[in-house]
């Protein structure tokens, strides 16, 4: 099964465009999702996570999950050349929070 | 800001051999994780480690893996006979494991080439 989706891309956008990124997931017993960027050759780092539905904003990020769809999604506003990174999509499962992950899409924001 | 670390940046074995990947997990955290993303795949979960024990593993998490705690600072990930599908970059994370706080934080990685 096929637990978090999520298109690798890579997605080119200009500098200044709005950048949707999304996710499908197949468990509605998960709850918390996030979204962390990876840029070349180091870790990933967790931008902003969300509970349940809804909307998150956090400057020129937005986080937002529709569970009745098992979407969930991250738009840039902005976009900016330091945002080109991989955004991987993940959510937590079980007491001990193991991370469950999309496969990532690339992103290239160009000046 | 405090950060996780590991050791080393990368590392080339020959199949057969044994390797020690090596973390330094942020201080006061209690959950510590291994996870692993061979090129062009998803990360995925190896293991989770609380309170000095195993307390979830994967299907990978075979008999060939292991984690140790040494000390109070070394979280270590050992794979007793390396194999070429084990070549992958494995990265470390630690939790607070308290509050509201969700946020794994994640070390740069090992990466392990395995010949």
């Known amino acids: 099964q096929k637990e978090v989706e999520q298109d690798p891309g890579p997605l080119s956008v200009p500098e200044g465009a709005i950048v949707s990124l999304n996710c499908t997931y197949s468990?509605?017993?998960?709850?918390?999702f996030m979204w962390y960027r990876q840029y070349s050759r180091k870790g990933p780092e967790l931008l902003m996570y969300?509970?349940s539905s809804g909307n998150k904003e956090d400057g020129r990020f937005t986080a937002q999950v529709d569970k009745s769809s098992k979407y969930i999604s991250l738009f840039i506003r902005d976009s900016q050349p330091s945002d080109s990174a991989t955004y991987l999509c993940?959510?937590?499962?079980?007491?001990?929070?193991?991370?469950?992950w999309g496969l990532g899409t690339s992103l290239a924001v160009n000046p | 800001e405090p950060e996780v670390t590991q050791t080393p940046s990368h590392q080339v074995t020959q199949m057969g051999q044994e390797v020690i990947l090596r973390c330094v997990p942020i201080s006061n955290h209690l959950y510590f994780y291994w996870y692993r993303q061979i090129l062009g795949q998803k990360v995925e979960f190896l293991v989770s480690f609380y309170n000095n024990e195993i307390s979830e593993k994967s299907e990978i998490f075979d008999d060939q893996f292991s984690v140790e705690r040494p000390d109070g600072s070394n979280f270590t990930l050992k794979i007793r006979s390396t194999k070429l599908e084990d070549s992958a970059m494995y990265f470390c994370a630690s939790w607070s494991g308290t509050g509201y706080s969700y946020e794994q934080y994640f070390g740069p990685g090992t990466r392990l080439t395995v010949t």
């Open positions: 993940a959510t937590h499962a079980g007491n001990n929070r193991k991370l469950i």
């Open positions: 969300t509970y």
């Open positions: 468990n509605s017993a998960f709850q918390y």
